[in-house]
Nanobody
Framework: VQLQASGGGLVQAGGSLRLSCAAS????????ISWFRQAPGKEREFVAG????????HYADSVKGRFTISRDNAKNTVYLQMGSLKPEDTANYLC?????????????????WGQGTLVTVSS
């Protein structure tokens, strides 16, 4: 499966962006999909994940209440709506397909990764 992330860009602090992760190839509708991010010089970290049917979501504490993950299996697409953005949200955001139907924060639980989309939040 190929994952293509898009929607990143430059935004001022307090602003919003919506990221999309489009899948092609093998279906992903049976698998959890998550967003991770990696800032320069830092470890890749979990941001948000969603179960195969959208019934379960999981967020990192740092984004709870500000970010919302959703999916449309008919369109093979997962979204990350980001609001109240902060400069510390600046990173390359990557989507990944999980091994299981429910999301995990562990990178080892993900087999397919997109190339990422860059989000820059200015102060």
């Amino acid at each position: 499966v190929q994952l293509q992330a898009s929607g990143g860009g430059l935004v001022q602090a307090g602003g919003s962006l919506r990221l999309s992760c489009a899948a092609s190839g093998r279906t992903f509708s049976n698998n959890a999909i998550s967003w991770f991010r990696q800032a320069p010089g830092k470890e890749r970290e979990f941001v948000a994940g969603i179960s195969w049917n959208g019934g379960t979501t999981h967020y990192a504490d740092s984004v709870k209440g500000r970010f919302t993950i959703s999916r449309d299996n008919a369109k093979n697409t997962v979204y990350l709506q980001m609001g109240s953005l902060k400069p510390e949200d600046t990173a390359n955001y990557l989507c990944a397909r999980g091994l299981r139907s429910h999301p995990s924060a562990e990178r080892s639980e993900y087999t397919y990764w997109g190339q990422g989309t860059l989000v820059t939040v200015s102060s």
